[in-house]
């Protein structure tokens, strides 16, 4: 497939002339995205009116404590959050402090315009006609620039749901970074995203190439992990294999995130995605998550303690290995501009 061919969209591998060698200085590193939203019920039909924003105290802690570590996390922030006189304050704050960055996150059933209907298919907004979807984003970057004076440049969809169209509107929009794409996970049973064969190494996307796509990690871990993800799909269309195979430590898929992942889990994915050269390591989590009673997660204060203990061994087993904390800046300035780039493919 030549470039010609090739649009850039973030459903489909990139070339290898996309593939982004970062500067060899910056190392092996670690980066904290996390998805800040309005509370609902994750078990209940979307709704609009479901855009209630309380975990505030909890995203205080939690930033008091990623800042103490020496972690500068990226909030990407949905509409409900930074339409909120005292969540925009809140963050407007740690920014000016240089301690958090702002990025935006796209739920269209709670993001103006509300033209659409409702519903599970409709949650994905990169599958929404794409005037809406460039009308929603529009709406999210300048709610965002009249709360912080300015524009977002790193985004990630509401449930990885990026489409054909998303990387094109992400850069007409003036976006530099996105990181919607959930490798190895393919959401197409559910009218959302299939994103098998995508890497795990930040790559050019969008028509112009000028969009940085930075994926979530996710490992495989396990005597068979060398069968990678053709394995793992193929034990997943046989029902129960899959399930019986990560039971026995033979094969796991494991994302890089604290919700469901047990410590011991995580610290395998690590290495496993060290072996594999992946130079960034991209955490994720759900703003509610910091505050009990919104998330699956993190029910109650025992939740609480689990989670921040699996940070405290997470960052322990990431400065053994020699992988310290980037923050959106950091990266942005270790990718080669295009040109160096593409002379260097």
């Known amino acids: 497939m030549t470039a010609q061919l090739h649009d850039g969209n973030l459903l489909r591998p990139p070339l290898a002339q996309d593939m982004i060698a970062l500067d060899p200085a910056f190392g092996a590193r670690f980066m904290l995205f996390v998805d800040t939203e309005e509370e609902f ?24 404590y990623f800042a103490a570590a020496g972690v500068k996390p990226i909030y990407v922030t949905d509409y409900p959050v930074i339409d909120s006189d005292a969540a925009a304050a809140m963050m407007g ?19 103006p315009p509300h033209v659409e209907d409702v519903n599970a298919a409709n949650s994905y907004v990169g599958f929404l006609p794409e005037a809406i ?10 709610r965002i620039e009249e709360r912080f004076g300015r524009r977002p440049i790193a985004y990630r969809a509401g449930r990885y749901g990026v489409g054909a169209s998303s990387a094109r509107l992400l850069e007409e929009a003036g976006f530099r970074l996105d990181s919607s794409v959930r490798s190895r996970f393919d959401y197409s049973h559910q009218n959302g995203p299939d994103f098998h064969g995508l890497p795990q190494h930040p790559y050019w996307a969008g028509p112009t190439r000028s969009l940085i796509e930075l994926p979530l990690s996710t490992a495989f871990a396990g005597l068979l992990r060398g069968g990678g993800e053709r394995l793992y799909r ?9 399930g019986a195979l990560s039971r026995v430590r033979m094969l796991s898929r494991i994302p890089l995130t604290p919700e469901g992942v047990p410590l011991h889990e995580a610290i395998s994915a690590i290495d496993a995605l060290i ?33 921040y203990r699996w940070w405290d061994g997470v960052l322990t087993h990431l400065e053994r290995r020699g992988v310290t904390a980037a923050s959106l800046d950091q990266f942005i300035a270790a990718v080669p501009m295009r040109g160096r780039a593409c002379q260097a493919a």
């Open 41 to 64: 019920d994750w078990n209940a039909p979307f709704s609009r009116a479901s855009n209630r924003v309380t975990a505030l105290p909890g995203m205080a802690r939690g930033q008091a």
């Open 93 to 111: 704050q740690w920014v000016n402090d240089g301690a958090a960055d702002i990025g935006a996150h796209l739920h269209p059933w709670v993001n």
């Open 133 to 142: 979807e460039r009308a929603k984003l529009e709406a999210l970057c300048q």
């Open 234 to 242: 193929a034990a997943q269309a046989m029902g129960p294999l899959a």
């Open 275 to 307: 072996d594999e050269g992946v130079r960034v390591l991209n955490f994720s989590f759900h703003s509610p998550t910091l505050e009990p009673g919104h998330t699956p997660y993190v029910r109650n204060e025992g939740d609480r303690t689990t989670f």
